[in-house]
C-alpha cells in the first residue's frame, strides 16, 4: 500500500498479561523502523529490519520484547507480560533505503497504536 | 543520551510571519537531517530533509538550513499558516547508524 498501516489503533492490556502489535510497511520499502512515545516525549527507537533480517536491535528490552518482519506478513511487535511503564504510543515506519550518506530517504511513519496497560 | 534537542518546548507566531524553529545535535557523525510534522493522533510525516554536504534546501514555504561547525539546523517557515500549527521534530542519522534518533519535538502555533 502507499501508507503504513498500523494495527490496532487501541490496546488495552492488564498488566502481565501479552500484547501484539501489527505493521504494514509501504509496499517496496525494505526497512522497517519501531518506535516507542511515552507520555509525547521524545521518539525512543527500538528495533529496526532490513526485510526479514534484524537491521538493530539495540533498543530493544530483550527480556519482554520481540518483534518480526517475516514475508507476505505484517511485521509485528509483541510484549510478553506487560508492565505499566510499557503503556505508550508504537510507531512504526518504513524507508526505502536507509544508511547510505548519498541515497537516504525519510521514515514514513504510521499513525501509532496506542497500548495502555492497566 | 539525547543526541537531537529542540530547546523550546513550544512556538507562538502571527499568521502570515516567518517561523524558525530550531535544533541542535551532539553526534558530529549525523549526515542525514529530517523535519517531521505531527498532528495529534497521527504518525509523524516527513516535511524536509538536508544531506551534511549542503546548508541550505528550500521547498516551497519550508527551508532548512544546516550550520555543521554550530551543529545546529533549523526550519524556516514563511509565510506562516494557521495550518501549520502542530508539533515539529527534528531528527537526525548517521550513515554508520541503524536507527534515526528524534528530538522532543517543538509545538508551534500560528494565530490567525
Known amino acids: 500500500g502507499e501508507e503504513v498501516a498500523q494495527t490496532p489503533k487501541h490496546l488495552v492490556r492488564g498488566e502481565g498479561q501479552k500484547a501484539k502489535l501489527y505493521c504494514a510497511p509501504i509496499k517496496g520499502h525494505s526497512y522497517v523502523f519501531w518506535y516507542q512515545q511515552v507520555l509525547k516525549n521524545e521518539f525512543k527507537f527500538l528495533i529496526s529490519f532490513q526485510n526479514e533480517n534484524v537491521f538493530d536491535e539495540t533498543g530493544m528490552p530483550k527480556e519482554r520484547f520481540s518483534a518480526k518482519c517475516l514475508p507476505n506478513s505484517p511485521c509485528s511487535l509483541e510484549i510478553q507480560a506487560t508492565k505499566l511503564e510499557d503503556s505508550a504510543v508504537y510507531f512504526c515506519?518504513?524507508?526505502?533505503?536507509?544508511?547510505?550518506?548519498?541515497?537516504?530517504?525519510?521514515?514514513?511513519f504510521g499513525n501509532g497504536t496506542r497500548l495502555t496497560v492497566t | 543520551d539525547q543526541q537531537v534537542k529542540q530547546n523550546s518546548p513550544s512556538l507562538s507566531v502571527q499568521e502570515g510571519r516567518i517561523s524558525i524553529l530550531n535544533c541542535d545535535y551532539t553526534n558530529s557523525m549525523f549526515d542525514y537531517f529530517l523535519w517531521y510534522k505531527k498532528y495529534p493522533a497521527e504518525g509523524p510525516t516527513f516535511l524536509i530533509s538536508i544531506s551534511s554536504i549542503k546548508d541550505k534546501n528550500e521547498d516551497g514555504r519550508f527551508t532548512v538550513f544546516l550550520n555543521k561547525s554550530a551543529k545546529h539546523l533549523s526550519l524556516h517557515i514563511v509565510p506562516s499558516q494557521p495550518g501549520d500549527s502542530a508539533v515539529y521534530f527534528c531528527?537526525?542519522?548517521?550513515?554508520?547508524?541503524?536507527?534515526?534518533?528524534f528530538g522532543a519535538g517543538t509545538r508551534l502555533t500560528v494565530k490567525p
Open positions: 531528527a537526525a542519522t548517521a550513515s554508520a547508524n541503524n536507527d534515526m534518533r
Open positions: 515506519a518504513s524507508s526505502q533505503r536507509f544508511g547510505d550518506s548519498q541515497y537516504n530517504s525519510p521514515l514514513h
